[in-house]
Nanobody, 124 residues
Framework: QVQLVESGGGLVQAGGSLRLSCAASGGTFSSYVMGWFRQAPGKEREFVAGITRSGRSTNLADSVKGRFTISRDNAKNTVYLQMNSLEPEDTAVYYC?????????????????WGQGTQVTVSS
């Protein structure tokens, strides 16, 4: 399985932007569907965004549509999450995940590779 390392989290004011990156190693990155999930304190891990192996198709949670964008660069083995118009409700630990499959899914249990997470805190 591919190893994943997230970066780019931090503290930002409401309305601000952050760009998360997830670098992959140890596998054929272009064989993996990639996703971003988040988990707030006391809540279950939830799907945020997903992208197919080629990057041509994406899927976003309703709560982030119009604000977040997922993209990938297979030459750099990296997937990104651009987050704009951030809200305090977006505060969570954000996880990058990879699935060795062609099928895009929102189910965390179907992803076999996970990063360690990066904290995003949005102040009001």
């Amino acid at each position: 399985q591919v190893q994943l390392v997230e970066s780019g989290g931090g503290l930002v004011q409401a309305g601000g932007s952050l760009r998360l990156s997830c670098a992959a190693s140890g596998g054929t990155f272009s064989s993996y569907v990639m996703g971003w999930f988040r988990q707030a304190p006391g809540k279950e891990r939830e799907f945020v965004a997903g992208i197919t192996r080629s990057g041509r198709s994406t899927n976003l949670a309703d709560s982030v549509k119009g604000r977040f964008t997922i993209s990938r660069d297979n030459a750099k083995n990296t997937v990104y999450l651009q987050m704009n118009s951030l809200e305090p409700e977006d505060t969570a630990v954000y996880y990058c995940a990879g699935r060795l499959s062609a099928i895009l899914t929102t189910t965390p249990g179907l992803f076999g590779s996970w990063g360690q997470g990066t904290q995003v805190t949005v102040s009001s």
